[in-house]
T-cell receptor
Framework: NAGVTQTPKFQVLKTGQSMTLQCAQD?????MYWYRQDPGMGLRLIYY???????DKGEVPNGYNVSRLNKREFSLRLESAAPSQTSVYFC??????????????FGQGTRLTVV | GENVEQHPSTLSVQEGDSAVIKCTYS??????FPWYKQELGKGPQLIID?????GEKKDQRIAVTLNKTAKHFSLHITETQPEDSAVYFC????????????FGKGTMLLVSP
């Protein structure tokens, strides 16, 4: 039972390059999220998918796109990377455990450097 | 939107002492307040959470209190151990079936032997 798996773990990009961060969860969760973590800033929500087939912007969506490929997978794409996107990216998922919901489970992170 | 303030940003204690981290939130509609622990190079891991219909929750050496009137909640760790050293994040959410969390900026806790 792997939980939330992110690939790659590390990546260096040149300004203007594109890449896709992959995330998969095996907990049958409905909802998935992408956060970024910067020093002294905590974690900030980029995009989320409340359920399969839906995606919504979070606090800091500019420069990113997402795809909810199926219930398990949620990818984050940088079309033209900028140095300001240097950060650690975390994927998370959460489900429903009646009468409430489960907590958010986080992956191990992708450390991205844009030079 | 929601805004979560967390204090202190760093906290140093001696092994066996207690540690307290405090957070305030701005949106009275928030009803779910988790605390996450993040060790170096790892993702955040939930250690305890509290929902708005409860004022206090305890799990062994860890407890969380919530004051909805004042819009603040706190994490209490008793009998601290060196392995408690990590960064701790509070968060708030208007949870309605999913969990878009607004995080505080984190507290680095250092427990010295």
């Amino acid at each position: 039972n792997a939980g939330v798996t992110q690939t790659p773990k590390f990546q260096v990009l040149k300004t203007g390059q594109s890449m896709t961060l992959q995330c998969a969860q095996d907990m049958n969760h409905n909802s998935m999220y992408w956060y970024r973590q910067d020093p002294g800033m905590g974690l900030r929500l980029i995009y989320y998918s409340a359920s399969e087939g839906t995606t919504d912007k979070g606090e800091v969506p500019n420069g990113y796109n997402v795809s909810r490929l199926n219930k398990r997978e949620f990818s984050l794409r940088l079309e033209s990377a900028a140095p300001s996107q240097t950060s650690v990216y975390f994927c998370a998922s959460s489900g429903v455990r009646l009468p409430a919901w489960t907590e958010a489970f986080f992956g191990q992170g992708t450390r991205l450097t844009v030079v | 939107g929601e805004n979560v303030e967390q204090h202190p940003s760093t906290l140093s204690v001696q092994e066996g002492d207690s540690a307290v981290i405090k957070c305030t939130y701005s949106d009275s509609a928030s009803n779910y307040f988790p605390w996450y622990k993040q060790e170096l190079g790892k993702g955040p891991q939930l250690i305890i959470d509290i929902r708005s219909n409860v004022g206090e929750k305890k799990d062994q050496r860890i407890a969380v209190t919530l004051n909805k009137t004042a819009k603040h909640f706190s994490l209490h760790i008793t009998e601290t151990q060196p392995e408690d050293s990590a960064v701790y994040f509070c968060a708030a959410s208007m949870n309605s079936g999913y969990s878009t969390l607004t995080f505080g900026k984190g507290t680095m806790l250092l427990v010295s032997p």
